[in-house]
């Protein structure tokens, strides 16, 4: 793809953003999140009554700056590791007044298969009083294995592949400004180091298989800064309500800064959520849609650090298509979601899902499209901070798949 395809792409992509930013007010949004929450029930209501926990007075929410929402559970790592133990923590707090400043949030996702995969992630966003700043997080240190099916869309064999064991760092930290009501700009720094890369199988020429040789040696680091635009006019990040939300990455890793090759890419995410039911404000009746488009503009980018399926900033997309099956210089995605409540007291719900991805290299960009669709059950965990605990089931072609997580996919 040449730099003039791609610019029409990105103003392609914006376009969404322009049409939600129609509301030019110049004074700090108001949230505008669920206004009463005495009538809505979660597992802490019922969990308090089956074991007869009183309380002097109904849980005020408004009183509350600090939620947490724990849940342990077993699940299925990537790469063929078998069974886990896995607990997902997601934390809220308001660092200001909840009607200028967005919640901030945290999760931590610890994981541990008894056999030497473990992985110690965690995301943050932190917002300060008034949203003058919004500071986010990712720090990850994983013995992590994945499978690889090559560049693009030529291997249509699901057992075609690869399983790649490496130890993963990461280190991403960046400092947004607000320049404006919605609207914020700043620089992040950004690492990966991958270190004792090596194939499952010896006999195995990771290099010759993927047709591809930078960074497939026995390490592979990328050390770079970013420039960083953001748009965002959601109050909960773990459960967003109606709003829109865009994130424009551009990240550069030179040399001089610890890179083994120089390099560029671009990060584009747009997302749309659009309630179907204004008049009840604690019912959820909502279109979610999220699209991202991520791209390498140098041929020297590390095989790992390409664009592939399931590896955005939070590893939710891609539901129903097993991680990494798609990689390229270049990944377009998109996803719709309809969210609605079951009950009247918001304890459950569902989402029906469907997405689709395309990426570049053997084959052209947009010649080839991957979907995939599903569904999912919703239990709220927690009315304060919103947080629904979700089980979500996910197909494509050759691939099903169960997903367990606290919080929405986007």
Same mark, same amino acid.
């Given at each position: 793809?040449?730099?003039?395809s791609k610019c029409i792409l990105w103003v392609c992509c914006l376009w969404p953003c322009v049409s939600l930013a129609q509301n030019p007010s110049n004074v700090m949004p108001q949230n505008k999140g669920i206004k009463d929450t005495a009538r809505?029930?979660?597992?802490?209501?019922?969990?308090?009554?089956?074991?007869?926990?009183?309380?002097?007075?109904?849980?005020?929410?408004?009183?509350?700056?600090?939620?947490?929402?724990?849940?342990?559970?077993?699940?299925?790592?990537?790469?063929?590791?078998?069974?886990?133990?896995?607990?997902?923590?997601?934390?809220?707090?308001?660092?200001?007044?909840?009607?200028?400043?967005?919640?901030?949030?945290?999760?931590?996702?610890?994981?541990?298969?008894?056999?030497?995969?473990?992985?110690?992630?965690?995301?943050?966003?932190?917002?300060?009083?008034?949203?003058t700043w919004n500071i986010q997080g990712d720090t990850r240190f994983m013995v992590y294995p994945q499978y690889t099916w090559g560049l693009g869309n030529h291997n249509n064999d699901e057992n075609n592949r690869v399983l790649i064991n490496y130890?993963?760092?990461?280190?991403?930290?960046?400092?947004?400004?607000?320049?404006?009501?919605?609207?914020?700009?700043?620089?992040?720094?950004?690492?990966?180091?991958?270190?004792?890369?090596?194939?499952?199988?010896?006999?195995?020429?990771?290099?010759?298989?993927?047709?591809?040789?930078?960074?497939?040696?026995?390490?592979?680091?990328?050390?770079?800064?970013?420039?960083?635009?953001?748009?965002?006019?959601?109050?909960?990040?773990?459960?967003?309500?109606?709003?829109?939300?865009?994130?424009?990455?551009?990240?550069?890793?030179?040399?001089?800064?610890?890179?083994?090759?120089?390099?560029?890419?671009?990060?584009?995410?747009?997302?749309?959520?659009?309630?179907?039911?204004?008049?009840?404000?604690?019912?959820?009746?909502?279109?979610?849609?999220?699209?991202?488009?991520?791209?390498?503009?140098?041929?020297?980018?590390?095989?790992?650090?390409?664009?592939?399926?399931?590896?955005?900033?939070?590893?939710?997309?891609?539901?129903?298509?097993?991680?990494?099956?798609?990689?390229?210089?270049?990944?377009?995605? +998109?996803?719709?979601?309809?969210?609605?409540?079951?009950?009247?007291?918001?304890?459950?719900?569902?989402?029906?899902?469907?997405?689709?991805?395309?990426?570049?290299?053997?084959?052209?960009?947009?010649?080839?499209?991957?979907?995939?669709?599903?569904?999912?059950?919703?239990?709220?965990?927690?009315?304060?901070?919103?947080?629904?605990?979700?089980?979500?089931?996910?197909?494509?072609?050759?691939?099903?798949?169960?997903?367990?997580? +606290?919080?929405?996919?986007?």
């Amino acid at each position: 793809m040449n730099i003039r395809s791609k610019c029409i792409l990105w103003v392609c992509c914006l376009w969404p953003c322009v049409s939600l930013a129609q509301n030019p007010s110049n004074v700090m949004p108001q949230n505008k999140g669920i206004k009463d929450t005495a009538r809505q029930t979660d597992l802490i209501d019922i969990a308090k009554e089956l074991f007869h926990i009183r309380q002097n007075k109904p849980r005020s929410q408004e009183e509350k700056k600090i939620y947490f929402s724990a849940l342990p559970f077993g699940g299925t790592l990537p790469g063929g590791s078998g069974r886990a133990l896995i607990t997902s923590t997601t934390a809220g707090i308001y660092l200001g007044a909840r009607r200028t400043t967005y919640m901030s949030t945290a999760t931590f996702a610890p994981y541990w298969n008894f056999k030497g995969r473990f992985g110690l992630p965690l995301r943050t966003s932190v917002w300060l009083p008034d949203n003058t700043w919004n500071i986010q997080g990712d720090t990850r240190f994983m013995v992590y294995p994945q499978y690889t099916w090559g560049l693009g869309n030529h291997n249509n064999d699901e057992n075609n592949r690869v399983l790649i064991n490496y130890k993963y760092i990461r280190f991403y930290q960046s400092a947004l400004k607000r320049i404006r009501p919605y609207l914020f700009a700043g620089l992040g720094y950004h690492l990966d180091y991958r270190f004792n890369i090596q194939s499952d199988d010896p006999e195995v020429d990771v290099k010759q298989f993927t047709q591809y040789a930078y960074g497939l040696g026995s390490k592979s680091l990328s050390s770079g800064v970013s420039l960083n635009l953001l748009y965002d006019t959601r109050n909960n990040a773990i459960n967003p309500l109606p709003g829109a939300y865009m994130n424009l990455v551009y990240r550069i890793n030179p040399t001089f800064l610890g890179s083994d090759h120089s390099w560029q890419s671009v990060y584009l995410d747009v997302r749309k959520y659009m309630p179907l039911n204004k008049a009840r404000v604690n019912q959820q009746n909502m279109l979610a849609f999220w699209s991202y488009f991520w791209t390498a503009l140098n041929n020297t980018a590390p095989y790992l650090d390409l664009p592939s399926t399931g590896w955005d900033p939070y590893n939710r997309s891609a539901r129903g298509i097993d991680q990494n099956r798609y990689r390229g210089k270049s990944l377009l995605y +998109l996803e719709s979601e309809y969210r609605r409540d079951i009950t009247n007291n918001g304890l459950l719900g569902f989402v029906v899902f469907a997405n689709a991805n395309t990426v570049s290299g053997a084959g052209k960009f947009f010649a080839s499209w991957h979907p995939a669709a599903g569904a999912g059950l919703r239990i709220k965990f927690n009315k304060g901070s919103n947080t629904n605990i979700g089980i979500d089931y996910g197909f494509s072609k050759g691939y099903s798949s169960i997903m367990l997580n +606290l919080g929405e996919a986007f």
